[in-house]
């Protein structure tokens, strides 16, 4: 799991639970769709595009399913990279704890 397969020329996905997609700009730079679940995503995603010599140039976000941004916060941090979500989503990207709070109708439960 967390294997990088060429689909194309410069396209690329990260076989994770929420497929990552990779879209190689210059030899030496890429963009990742989505970041997965969590830290541990995002430092998985970071390892596979060092292995290719590869900077991260920015992380764009399809949607703000917490399986498709969690790992934005550890890769912008380390990288510097920008982050990247449309309209609504940005908010709820820019901000996670909005999504249980619109999933659930409040606050996250503590457990959350």
């Given at each position: ?18 497929k990552?997609?990779v879209?190689?700009t210059?030899?030496?730079?890429a ?10 995503a ?12 590869w ?6 976000n ?15 941090a ?22 249980p ?12």
């Amino acid at each position: 799991m967390y294997e990088l397969h060429q689909v194309g020329d410069n396209t690329f996905y990260i076989d994770c639970p929420a497929k990552m997609g990779v879209y190689r700009t210059a030899p030496d730079e890429a963009i990742l769709i989505d970041s997965g679940n969590d830290k541990e995503a995002g430092k998985k995603a970071l390892r596979r595009f060092e292995e290719q010599g590869w900077r991260l140039r920015a992380v764009y976000n399809t949607h703000s399913n917490a399986d498709h941004v969690g790992g934005n916060n550890l890769l912008a941090a380390r990288t510097g990279c920008p982050v990247y979500a449309a309209g609504l989503e940005a908010a709820f990207t820019r901000r996670p704890i909005l999504e249980p709070s619109f999933l659930y109708g409040g606050y996250p439960p503590k457990a959350l």
